[in-house]
Structure formats: structure tokens, C-alpha cells
């Protein structure tokens, strides 16, 4: 009986900061994780890889904000940067949507991912989808698509064999990955053009969902909201879209594309209920703005170096207030967040003029940010808002 394995969270430091989390919320978000397979004679057990944000939140902030190690790379030639294609907001977007329309221009750029894996649950198989990215191979996936990877091959649409493929980079702390196959003049994906997505519009999620034969899956939906940030167990995601368009273990580095046939988002991650709380279609797509960001990072790295994170030295919790921002539990000593006195009970509301969402707002817009870089807080303390600046550090050897 085919099983679903699913992959452990990214190695992290040992954080030396730890939230005091006291929510009760028992919704759980799922990474999109790959179609896993057990291979011949080899037992493991099937396993759940839910999160839920009450239970593990404080342990999941503290890793990410504590963390400075997020992309490694296993490629020592640096590839000269192409952009992703990118298009404008089109007219179809405001039309009824012709899915069959999408999938035509879509099919021929989006690839099935079967990686061989062994790691802590065993030696499988996985199953994801990836979107071609450059005509010279470039193809992105989902990071946790190709964790504990011992090879990686992509079956081109069209075709009857896979072909082997490279992978370039990760960046778990965003869930994405780079991958490429040396084949050349292949259908380039167009991407949207940045925060051109409306809630409301029109979309279609596409992606080899529980590895079923033949073609990719297809579903749609709209756009339920955007700028999402949630926690998972691969780490905080921000800017996320969120979509009722069903997504499902095997769209993972699917694409979700708008009325227009580009990639809007790449599937990633899943609400389901749990206890009594009801979860219902509910999926989330990483963003083209984030996807073109980090894909720029992976292309050059060089040599498995890995980007160093930013580093604030606290520990956050969310608010239970209602209100928007995250606050401060503790404050590392000789940090950049003690330097400028920050203290326990103070609420970060912005990182450089931008909102934050909760803890997970602020450990992903440090995560995303380098040593060395200054930034602005706003922070209110009892009645009083204030505002400072840090610069970033490298996180401390422990």
C-alpha cells in the first residue's frame, strides 16, 4: 500500500531563546509534502509532519529568529542570473476564468520531481512538481520536495523518460529550491508580475497530486486572501497567498497561476482541522515576489555556502489581543535587540516602515534580512510608541 512520508524539519541551531507561547489555537498547517513511497523490502512508518501553533510555536520561533544558516548550496559553478519572466497584470484576470485556457499555456513548462531520499524515516521515494524557469534547465521546486535527497529526477512533459537533475540550492527557511537538468531550449514559465494578485481573482493550482499516473492534477479557485504569514515545521513563511483552489501531498513546487496562464505562487502548504477546530480548503502558495527573490539567491551561491540569516537575540510571542505586531519574552544579552533596550513585554509592531504579523511576521522579515544590515523598529512600550535602529549580527557560536 502506497504510504505518505513526510519529510523532518531543516536541521537548526539550538536556540538560546525561547517564547513564552500560551495560545490554545488548534489549527494545523501542513507542508504540501511530496507523494512519498517506500521502496522494496524497506519498512517505515508513515508520519505526520503537522504543526500545530499552539503546541510547538515557542520552539519554532525561537529556532528561526535564533538561526543564521538557511541556504546551502551543492553546485561550485555560479550560472549567470536570468530574470524569471515576468508580465504585467493582464486583462483576462478581470474575465471569467477558462481553465482549459491555463492549462494549455501552463503545461509545457510545469515537470514531475521524483527524488530518491534516506533519511531519519527511512530510504523512499518522493514525489513533487516543479516549474521550469530558464530555457537552459533552471527549475523550481519546494525545499522539503528534495530534503535527505540521494538523487533527483525530473520527467519532462511530453516525454516517457526522466532525466537527471542537479540540485543547485535550498533555501529552507523560505521552502524552496533550485534544481537543474542539462537540456536545452525548454518552455519558460512567465511569472506575474509582483503583488499583482487581488483577493478575489481567479486561479488554478496544478501539480502531480498523490502521484496519481498520467498528467498533472488540475483545480481551481480564487484568491482568498494574500500576505499571509503562518509557522510550519520547515520554518515561518510570509507573503504567502492563500487560495481555496484544493492542493494536495504531490503538488509540492506546484504552480498556482492566475486567469492569464502565469505562475502566481508556488504550492506549498495545507490547513486541516484538528480537534474542533474546522479547517476547510485552505491551502497556501509562495509568492512570485518571494519566489524570484530567493530563486536570485540560489543562483549564486557557490560552493555550499550558506546565506547568514539576521540576527535579533530575542524570543517573541504573539499577541492575544487582537492586535497586530509581535511581543518580546526575552532579550539575549549584548544583542542587537539588548543594545538598542529592548525589553520583555515591549511589542515589535514594524521592521523597517512594514507591519508584523505576530511572531511569525518577525522572525520571517529577520530571517530575510543579512548580518550586517541596518534596520528600523517601531516598538511600543505600556502607552508609548518608540522607534530604533540595529544592525543585524551573526548569530553567536554556541
Known sequence: ???????????????????????????VVDAV????????????????????????????VAKVVSSD??????????????????????????????????????????????VDVNGANGAGE???????????????????VVVDATAVRVLLPGTTEPVS?????????????????QVPNLPVASFAANDSA???????????ALDLPGEASVTSGIISATSRTMLTELGALNGLLQTDAAISSGNSGGPLLNAAGQVIGINT??????????????GFAISSKEIQKVVTQLRTAKGGTARAEGYLGVGVDDRHDGGRGAIVSQVQPGSPAGKLGLREGDIVRKVNGEVIDGQAGLIAAIRDLSPGDTVQLEYARGAETRTGTVVLAQRPQS
Not at 52 to 60: E, F, H
Not at 202 to 207: E, S
Not at 269 to 282: H, L
Request: charged share 15%; proline share 8%; net charge neutral.
Open 1 to 27: 500500500m502506497t504510504q505518505v512520508f513526510d519529510p523532518p524539519p531543516a536541521p537548526d541551531a539550538v536556540p538560546e531563546a525561547w517564547p513564552t507561547s500560551s495560545s490554545t489555537s488548534s489549527v
Open 33 to 60: 509534502l511530496p507523494r512519498r513511497r517506500p521502496t522494496r523490502d524497506r519498512r517505515t512508518a508513515a508520519l505526520v509532519v503537522a504543526v500545530l501553533l499552539a503546541a510547538v510555536a515557542a520552539v519554532t
Open 69 to 114: 544558516a538557511s541556504v546551502s548550496s551543492t553546485n561550485g559553478a555560479a550560472t549567470p542570473a536570468q530574470p524569471i519572466t515576468e508580465g504585467a497584470r493582464p486583462p483576462e484576470l478581470d474575465k471569467n476564468l477558462d481553465v482549459a485556457r491555463v492549462v494549455s499555456i501552463i503545461s509545457p513548462s510545469v515537470v514531475k520531481v521524483s
Open 126 to 144: 518522493a514525489v513533487g512538481t516543479g516549474v521550469i524557469i530558464s530555457a537552459d534547465g533552471d527549475i523550481v521546486t519546494n525545499a522539503h
Open 165 to 181: 537533475a542537479e540540485v543547485v540550492g535550498t533555501d529552507a527557511g523560505n521552502d524552496l529550491a533550485l534544481l537543474r537538468v
Open 198 to 208: 487581488r483577493v478575489g481573482d481567479q486561479v488554478v493550482a496544478m501539480g502531480f
Open 269 to 282: 502548504a495545507v490547513a486541516r482541522s484538528s480537534g474542533s477546530t474546522t479547517a476547510s480548503n485552505i
